[in-house]
């Protein structure tokens, strides 16, 4: 346990802020492979979601960045903004991020709504993504979608592994005032937008992509997984048969074996 706690403070310490369209964005570099891929989290994300990666790629092989997005992990100030195109601001940051690190290609995986971000970034920058990983994402939302955020909506009724880490990261007010805000904009490109979260990119994609989704996940149900890969050409999925949302975390050996292989592929 020791080791591991300490990876993680090295990995928070290693953490760096640059200037990104406005914006002083954190980013975390793990390794020093030639093969470099971008992490986008899901929301109220941090870097530890994905101790499973960082630890267990190959750190010869792989140069990892994660990121965070403005209002998320250690890029605060500012507060988080869901007004419409949040998503889509964040893609375009991600890109500028890489082009400032000067980065010309690069693998994206995303968890989440880093997966529905990871999906936009990959259509506006089409000629820079190798390969593109998403996971447990969706590119529309239902009616039936957010009754189930809606149960969610308590912070402190969530579960004491989901809530004391966020606590301890971003303060009870600011996830609670946050998560709240993340399911108002969801009511918001429903009524709004048709659903339409990133329906319109998924034409543009033309990266080869891996779509990996837990049969039994309750925020994402399975149906989106299909959807992606019904509308991404030449896309592949994977379902963790009995996998929930965090598939990563669950399942990280069966995770990250299908994660390197499909990257290593030629």
């Not at 149900?221 to 949302?245: M, Q, R």
């Amino acid at each position: 346990m020791m080791d591991q706690q300490t990876t993680v403070s090295t990995e928070i310490t290693n953490s760096t802020k640059i200037k990104v369209k406005g914006f002083e964005i954190n980013y975390f570099k793990i390794g020093n492979g030639p093969q470099k891929l971008l992490i986008f989290p899901g929301a109220l994300g941090q870097v530890t979601n994905f101790k499973p990666l960082t630890e267990n790629f190959d750190r010869e092989k792989y140069t990892i960045y994660i990121w965070d997005p403005p209002g998320y992990g250690l890029s605060r100030p500012p507060n988080r903004d869901f007004s419409p195109g949040f998503l889509y601001r964040d893609a375009d940051c991600a890109i500028a991020l890489m082009e400032a690190l000067c980065i010309d290609r690069y693998s994206m995986l995303g968890w989440c709504n880093g997966g529905c971000t990871a999906l936009i970034a990959a259509s506006k920058a089409v000629d820079r993504v190798e390969k593109l990983v998403v996971w447990s994402c969706n590119a529309y939302v239902t009616s039936k979608d957010l009754e189930f955020y809606e149960t969610t909506r308590d912070v402190y009724a969530w579960s004491e592994n989901r809530r004391l880490p966020q606590f301890q990261m971003y303060g009870e007010k600011y996830v609670s005032d946050t998560w709240s805000g993340w399911i108002d904009a969801f009511h918001k490109i429903l009524n709004e937008d048709d659903g339409d979260v990133c329906r319109g990119v998924l034409a543009e994609i033309n990266a080869p992509t891996l779509i990996l989704h837990g049969s039994e996940d309750d925020l994402v149900p399975i149906e989106h997984a299909v959807y992606l890969h019904d509308n991404i050409k030449g896309s592949t999925l994977e379902v963790f048969p009995g996998g929930k949302h965090i598939l990563h975390i669950l399942f990280p050996e069966k995770f990250n074996s299908l994660v390197d292989n499909f990257l290593t592929i030629q």
